[in-house]
């Protein structure tokens, strides 16, 4: 089943799926995970090891973006529309 949102464009089975669960977190949770992967990052910086605080520096971005998309959804998803 396709959901059709306004000016004729759907979503797939699988966008919708996504939305609906990512929509059930709280966006906090990606703000959290982002500021941990933070703070681990720092600690193995400090700790000499660089290129697992690398590694792991590099997740904050991603989190960050995660929040961006669930808070997205949740304004302009898909079930905005579906009622219609």
Request: charged share 20%; glycine share 8%.
């Amino acid at each position: 089943m396709e959901t059709v949102i306004k000016d004729g464009h759907r979503e797939g089975k699988l966008a919708t799926r996504i939305e609906t669960e990512t929509a059930k977190l709280p966006s906090d949770v990606f703000l959290w995970a982002a500021i941990g992967a933070m703070a681990v990052s720092m600690s193995l910086h400090v700790a000499g090891k660089k290129h697992k605080s690398l590694f792991f520096g590099q997740w904050a971005a991603p989190f960050l973006l995660f929040g961006i998309y669930n808070k997205l959804v949740k304004q302009l998803g898909h079930d905005k529309y579906s009622q219609y």
